[in-house]
């Protein structure tokens, strides 16, 4: 039975100068980049994520993981799926790909997650309504487009 998609939290997206298939190698060079660093296997082990190495085919495949992801689906280059949990979380990161003219892509990152009991509901907060979550999706798309640009 298909499980019902986890509560939406939010979604950024730019616009890249560049065609679909530069910024999927972009996205998924730029989520090696951005989690391949000491301080993401640190913190994935800290919260206890289920996935906490890097591992599997490059680029990013389904069945790839990154420190507090795994790639659980992956359509070239249109859509990726990194999906994680850990002791305040279960959530979903979807890259959605177009391209709406030859050479411009637009990139958009959804997140959907679920924060259980007190220790979630505490985390929500310190990842959501600092602004902490998306400062580092702006980031992380801004990095995408200079890669692929």
């Not at 924060?115 to 400062?135: D, E, K, M, N, V």
Request: net charge positive.
């Amino acid at each position: 039975m298909p499980q019902a998609p986890l509560p939406y939290i939010d979604e950024h997206e730019t616009v890249i100068g560049a065609s679909a298939e530069a910024v999927w190698r972009a996205l998924s060079e730029t989520l090696d980049h951005s989690f391949a660093g000491r301080a993401a296997t640190a913190y994935a082990r800290l919260i206890a994520a289920g996935d906490r190495t890097a591992s599997g085919p490059r680029p990013l495949a389904e069945g790839s993981t990154l420190p507090g992801f795994r790639v659980t689906a992956a359509t070239p280059p249109h859509e990726l799926t990194l999906s994680g949990h850990h002791r305040f979380s279960t959530y979903t990161l979807t890259f959605h790909l177009s391209e709406p003219a030859p050479a411009r892509s637009r990139l958009s990152a959804e997140s959907r997650a679920t924060f259980p009991g007190l220790p979630g509901t505490t985390y929500r907060h310190l990842i959501l309504t600092t602004g902490g979550h998306a400062l580092g999706m702006r980031r992380l798309l801004a990095a995408v487009r200079r890669r692929a640009e």
